[in-house]
């Protein structure tokens, strides 16, 4: 019984867990980890998730923030609602300004954390797929740009390929403190990377 084995059972474990504990995505655990790991997330915080369907993050996230926070999930897909009122939802598309806009109103002015487990539709082509990932990377550092508040934290998963070093270089221009890291629960032989940024340095 080899690595795959053991990768497959790691995997069915996280998916047995998330449905035990009522968690719309094994990805919850990701977010959850690095959170535990890294503090990124506190009480009374507004988060703005991008690409959050099906919610699994967003749920770790208002857990994080309590009563006095509120969770922002924006998609392309449909988000099915949660049950708690500190939970908003938009359906569209993070890279659009009329979008970004409505985060704004939402919650009226600057969130004190972004973060962004978007991927794109994967077409298996290697390079065409990594090059999408380092777009949506880039737009959600944009997003950041127009509405994370100065000192404020962002969690971004990134594909490992040829754009990733800068990437990673462009979030330390902008932040104070930047970690590279994989949480036990993303599968050891996937590309996914997080990257963990504390202490926004705003310009403007
Ligand atoms: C891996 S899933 C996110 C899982 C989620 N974090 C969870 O825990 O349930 C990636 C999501 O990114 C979304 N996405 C990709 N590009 C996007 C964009 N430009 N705007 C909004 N959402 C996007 C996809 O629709 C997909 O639902």
């Known amino acids: 019984m080899g690595k795959k084995w053991n990768a497959e059972r790691k995997n069915e474990h996280y998916y047995k867990m998330a449905k035990k504990e009522q968690y719309r995505s094994r990805a919850s655990y990701k977010l959850l980890q ?6 990124v997330i506190k009480s009374g915080d507004k988060v703005v998730d991008l690409g959050a369907a099906p919610g699994g993050w967003s749920q770790i996230a208002l857990e994080a ?13 449909w988000i099915r609602p949660l049950d708690d009122e500190n939970f908003y939802t938009i359906r569209g598309d993070f890279t659009n300004e009329e979008i970004l806009g409505q985060v704004k109103d939402l919650i009226s002015g600057m969130a004190q954390v972004v973060i962004s487990d978007a991927s794109p539709k994967l077409s298996g082509i290697k390079d065409m797929d990594n090059l999408r990932s380092a777009d949506l ?13 100065h000192s404020g934290n962002f969690v971004l998963k990134a594909f490992q390929g040829a754009e990733f070093e800068n990437i990673v270089k462009n979030i330390k221009e902008r932040f104070k403190t930047v970690k590279t ?24």
């Open 34 to 39: 690095l959170n535990k790991r890294f503090k």
């Open 137 to 149: 990377a880039d737009n959600a550092l944009k997003v950041c740009d127009h509405l994370l508040m």
């Open 65 to 77: 923030v309590g009563e006095e926070g509120m969770v922002i999930g924006v998609d392309l897909e």
């Open 181 to 204: 890291t994989k949480p036990p629960s993303s599968k050891k032989g996937s590309v996914e990377m997080y990257i963990v940024a504390k202490g926004f340095k705003r310009m403007f």
